[in-house]
């Protein structure tokens, strides 16, 4: 295989399995930073041996291997590591001697762990207590959900910088700490709890519209925010908004399939077939969403969005949608959680319910908040409005405006697709 084929496959390997690869070494290591490191020094090690030894056929497991190899060796030369050496490198040593075949099928077996248990014990110890809130998110999306730098800063929004300097400086705390990477007990959930949420519902967004790169979707992070969802809601059922984000995953995950057609690009809402919607996962948040009744009568954010992705759901047609009590529900979630985004979603929702001349309204409302500068679906929603409205030339304007915005380049091209 040529060089270049075997740079992109050591890159989708990294892209589908680091998640997992850096929770096994974080869990041997106890250190975020330096578990980072050594799966990154794994894939050098793979991009200068594979071109001649081919791409082995357990490449994760592979990696893995190297990586424990050379923590082995990295805590050996450091002599300032000494102490660490004695709790940690005696159970590599150990293992370095016992393994056979390579260390491969043990390093697989690790792998083949309940994934969404291997990425739970990862984000609930990177969400731990000592950390600020958005400290602990930004360095969970990172290591847990392979997320890059700039892909967390587009979903809060805020520049790079101010994100890796988040990370930097939660790496530093937990080691500073000694925080152990260990699932923390049934007793210490509630304290990390919000956190953790937080980062099941960004990581499902970026898997569910990419905010860079060529595709507009990354199904392996749906998929993982899905596992994590169900099996923090078998762990804790009497969570409302638990139950509410694992059924507005659901909702949302039943049209994965239907939003991008045979060439990948985007198909709108509106566009779907909604008889290609996943029945058995919307039946499923039905059912969720139905058990939050059960354990509390203030819904949080996680079940008003659940309740919103209902009324998608439940509409046989995009004409059948109820979009009056979107709206409403909208309403609702603006007054429990604030957010620019939150307010972007209402204008929507009461430009349908009510007409585009309210929804455009409320757009040019809050399109100067700051956090909103350089977002690319202010001006897609204005175009979206004023094309309803008949103001064409401006629409496409606005779409135009929205292309140059977004970093996703399938949403480019349909920007620049009805700008024309």
Same mark, same amino acid.
């Given at each position: ?11 989708? !390997? ?59 060796? =990295?805590?050996? =030369? ?52 000592? /950390? &600020? ?80 790169? $060529?595709?507009? #979707? ?7 925010? !899905?596992? #994590? ?24 995950? &039943? ?26 996962? !919307? ?13 509390? &009568? ?21 004409? $059948? ?22 307010? /972007? ?6 430009? #349908? ?12 409302? !809050? ?17 979206? #409005? ?35």
């Amino acid at each position: 295989m040529a060089a270049g084929a075997i740079h992109e496959t050591v890159e989708a !390997i990294w892209r589908m399995e680091s998640p997992r690869i850096i929770a096994i070494l974080a869990r041997t290591v106890n250190d975020v930073g330096l578990a980072e490191d050594l799966a990154a020094d794994a894939v050098i090690d793979a991009l200068d041996q594979w071109p001649q030894t081919g791409i082995p056929a357990s490449p994760a497991a592979w990696l893995t291997v190297t990586a424990k190899r050379r923590a082995v060796d =990295r805590i050996r =030369r450091d002599r300032n590591l000494r102490l660490k050496y004695k709790s940690i490198a005696a159970e590599l040593a150990t293992w370095a001697a016992a393994v056979s075949d390579g260390g491969f099928a043990e390093a697989e077996a690790e792998l083949d762990d309940d994934i969404g248990d291997e990425l739970l014990r990862v984000v609930f110890t990177a969400c731990h207590p000592v /950390l &600020s809130v958005p400290a602990r998110t930004a360095l969970t999306l990172k290591v847990a959900a392979g997320l890059q730098t700039g892909e967390i800063a587009r979903a809060y929004l805020v520049p790079e910088a101010t994100i890796a300097q988040r990370i930097v400086r939660a790496k530093r705390k937990l080691q500073k700490e000694g925080v152990r990477f260990e699932p923390p007990r049934a007793a210490d959930f509630a304290e990390r709890l919000a956190a953790v949420l937080e980062v099941v519902y960004l990581v499902f967004n970026e898997g569910y519209t990419a905010t860079s790169g $060529d595709d507009l #979707m990354r199904p392996q992070l749906c998929e993982d925010a !899905i596992r #994590m969802a169900q099996r923090l809601a078998s762990l804790l059922p009497n969570e409302p908004e638990v139950l509410g984000l694992a059924a507005l995953l659901d909702f949302q995950g &039943s049209r994965t399939r239907t939003r991008i057609d045979e060439n990948g690009d985007i198909v709108r809402l509106a566009d779907q077939t909604r008889t290609k919607w996943d029945r058995l996962l !919307i039946r499923r948040g039905m059912r969720t969403l139905y058990q939050t009744r059960h354990v509390t &009568s203030e819904p949080g954010p996680y079940q008003l969005q659940a309740a919103i992705a209902a009324c998608h759901a439940r509409a046989l047609r995009a004409s $059948d949608t109820d979009w009056v009590r979107i709206a409403a529900l909208y309403t609702r979630l603006l007054e429990v959680e604030p957010s620019p985004i939150v307010a /972007l979603n209402r204008a929507v929702a009461f430009g #349908m319910a009510f007409g585009p001349v309210n929804g455009l309204r409320l757009v040019d409302e !809050i399109a100067g908040i700051p956090a909103l500068e350089g977002y690319h679906l202010v001006p897609t929603v204005r175009a979206e #409005m004023l094309a309803r409205l008949g103001q064409d030339s401006e629409a496409r304007a606005e779409f135009r405006r929205a292309a140059g915005m977004t970093a996703n380049e399938r949403e480019r091209r349909e920007l620049l697709r009805r700008a024309l």
